[in-house]
């Protein structure tokens, strides 16, 4: 079977490679491991709560409808950081697709976290579509306004957490000359870097990133992940390092951040806002690349 429903979780398995799985807890809607060629892809803490207790640390949380803590939304400024699709239990829709495998889930007020949604009183439909290729993973979102009267105003983010040998020896390639903001200096400024090197806390929101660069994950000159993004012009790239690994207790081990660094695709610069009736829908594709240098 290329999807098997165990209940809390969905597991796909690639029909032509056994070797290849994806594993989708429905709590969150999380994708909290992709193997290729039986190696895992995706960064999962040890002391991820899978049990619906709270959102997952590791693998890809979904952020909706804010990014952050929200000051200036009258409505968003209520919620807890990152929103309510990560602390809700979504619904699954089942396959639609046995090759590649292909599962969707969905989120509404109606089965969402009903003490959020007390704080966000909007209506929205959510549809993530899963995709397990033979060497790719791609998520997908659709957010549909649902209301005839009320306009719906969300950010949109994928916290990909990427698996990696040693950050030291790590870096990120394709975003220089990009605006970004640096959340720890509070400052915006043009990255003039060739490529971003890890060896401290790291917050970056880079703007406005052109949707044909191709972020790469690299290792002593060899790509180890490709992100790919349709209609997210933004793009989080976030390590927490020594001291902020040691504030989360469910972040563990507590040298953890040396195997992991996120690459996060979204809409959180501004916000979406959806006419009565209107969709919105956005990409983000993970796989395998020959080294590709992008610059201005």
Same mark, same amino acid.
């Given at each position: ?30 994708? =909290? ?9 995706? !960064? ?19 952020? =909706? ?23 809700? %239990? ?26 959020? &949604? ?10 993530? &579509? ?8 791609? %998520? ?15 950010? !949109? ?39 971003? &090197?890890?060896?401290?806390? &790291?917050?970056?929101? /880079? ?18 992940? %490709? ?45 979406? %806002? ?18 590709? /240098?992008?610059?201005?």
């Amino acid at each position: 079977m290329s999807v098997e429903d165990l209940g809390d979780r969905v597991v796909l398995t690639h029909p032509d490679d056994k070797s290849n799985t994806a594993t989708i807890l429905k709590y969150g809607a999380t994708v =909290f491991s992709w193997k290729l060629n039986g190696a895992e892809q995706l !960064w999962l803490s040890d002391a991820a709560k899978l049990d619906g207790s709270r959102p997952v640390r590791g693998g890809i949380p979904l952020v =909706f409808p804010v990014f952050g803590k929200n000051t200036t939304d009258d409505h968003l400024s209520k919620l807890p950081q990152h929103g309510l699709a990560r602390n809700s %239990t979504w619904e699954f829709l089942g396959q639609t697709k046995s090759n590649p495998p292909t599962v969707q889930f969905a989120l509404s007020p109606e089965n969402a976290n009903k003490e959020l &949604t007390q704080l966000w009183p909007f209506d929205f439909t959510l549809l993530l &579509t899963v995709q397990l290729g033979q060497d790719y993973l791609k %998520t997908d979102i659709e957010v549909q306004n649902p209301s005839t009267t009320q306009e719906l105003k969300f950010n !949109w983010l994928f916290h990909t957490y990427l698996k990696i040998e040693d950050i030291e020896g790590t870096l990120v390639s394709n975003l220089t000359g990009v605006k970004l903001y640096d959340q720890l200096l509070k400052q915006s400024y043009i990255d003039k870097h060739p490529v971003i &090197t890890v060896s401290d806390e &790291t917050d970056l929101i /880079y703007q406005n990133v052109d949707e044909n660069r191709l972020i790469q994950v690299v290792d002593r000159g060899q790509p180890v992940h %490709t992100v790919k993004r349709h209609n997210l012009p933004d793009a989080v790239v976030w390590n927490p390092w020594t001291e902020k690994a040691g504030g989360m207790a469910d972040f563990e081990p507590k040298d953890g951040y040396l195997q992991m660094v996120c690459i996060e695709p979204g809409h959180v610069h501004d916000l979406v %806002t959806l006419a009565p009736g209107q969709s919105w829908s956005a990409y983000q594709l993970l796989y395998k690349e020959q080294l590709k /240098y992008q610059a201005i």
